[in-house]
């Protein structure tokens, strides 16, 4: 069975093809962009739009296939925003009915999971799904997904974009305050952790303080904002482990492509005795590949849901 996935929930328009095996034969990305300024909704969802054929194609010359090969086509049903949510959902609407292929809407959240579980051949690790959007901790309890931990307002991948916008670094923030955090210091900020749960908004607007008032430099403030909120979370989930007796962490999401993070896991996990993993970099942030991955797994629960922008993985 070869089976093609469609995301479209934030800032990347991705196509991936898999096999019911578990490789993956193409994954495309083409992701929205800017050198100044945060995501825009709307601009996003033309940014879908305008490069959807282009994606496709590309994966189709990647994989040496055609629609002839496709058994049917996965999509991002939620959690996103809504405009780009829509936008991919009409693209792959336009495309079932032009090719006759039947659609199946699913988890994207999920999705980020089951691409890292079968990359790594994996069965049932402690999973931290840091991207823009989501900061979960998350097990697998009697074959449902369970959020055991979770960030009470930002996602850590939102948090730091928005900091980079008031650094004027463009979007994707996080890689460019990765860089600059080579070069800073340690400021003490706020350390927020509740119980299982985490938040970063205080932080932020510590940081945006001490930026503005110009208390520190920005090389200071990218350090010591990964340090911390890094160290917050590596403090979680060594809690989740020790409590579930888990013997992996499987790291994934757009932040996930941070070394520094990997590294801080890395040492927590190793000196537990247990197994640190994640996904390599281009599987790390969103694309098509995790979509049919996910769609392949579902495809008997799930078919054309039209889109779900709140669609939260407890709920898969
Ligand atoms: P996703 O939503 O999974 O595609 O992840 C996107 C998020 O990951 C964005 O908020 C990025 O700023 C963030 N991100 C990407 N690369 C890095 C990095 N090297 N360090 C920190 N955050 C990153
Ligand atoms: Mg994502």
């Avoid at 000196?271 to 098509?288: C, H, I, K, S, W």
Wanted: some cysteine; glycine content about 10%.
């Amino acid at each position: 069975m070869i089976i093609l996935g469609v995301e479209s929930t934030a800032h990347t328009f991705g196509v991936g093809i898999v096999t019911s095996d578990g490789a993956i034969v193409a994954n495309v990305t083409d992701s929205f962009t800017s050198t100044e300024g945060g995501m825009i909704p709307h601009e996003i969802a033309d940014h879908h739009k305008n490069v959807a054929e282009k994606v496709l194609a590309k994966a189709f010359t990647d994989a040496g296939k055609s629609w002839s090969d496709i058994n049917f086509i996965a999509y991002s049903a939620g959690p996103g925003l809504d405009p780009a949510l829509w936008a991919g959902y009409n693209i792959v609407k336009e495309w079932s009915e032009k090719y006759g292929k039947k659609i199946v809407g699913v988890n994207h959240c999920a999705a980020h999971l089951s691409i890292g579980a079968v990359w790594n051949k994996m069965t049932d690790p402690v999973y931290l799904y840091v991207s823009g959007v989501n900061t979960q901790i998350i097990v697998q309890e009697g074959g449902k997904y369970k959020v055991i931990g979770e960030t009470l307002d930002l996602g850590l991948g939102n948090m730091l974009d928005k900091f980079a916008r008031l650094l004027q670094l463009g979007f994707p923030g996080g890689p460019k305050i990765e860089i600059l955090a080579k070069n800073g210091k340690y400021v003490e900020l706020p350390y927020v952790v509740k119980g299982m749960d985490v938040s970063f908004s205080g932080i932020l607007t510590k940081i945006q303080q001490l930026y503005e008032r110009k208390q520190a430099s920005k090389e200071d403030l990218c350090f010591s904002v990964q340090e911390t909120c890094f160290a917050m979370l590596t403090e979680v989930v060594e809690r989740a482990m020790a409590h579930t007796e888990k013997k992996e962490l499987l790291l994934v999401g757009g932040v996930g492509a941070n070394k520094r993070f990997c590294e801080m896991l890395n040492i927590m996990c190793t000196e537990r005795g247990t197994q640190f993993y994640n996904v390599p970099m281009n599987l790390a942030g969103d694309q098509g590949a995790m979509i049919a991955w996910e769609g392949f797994l579902r495809k008997d629960t799930y078919s054309d849901m039209e889109v779900n922008p709140h669609w939260r993985v407890d709920e898969v």
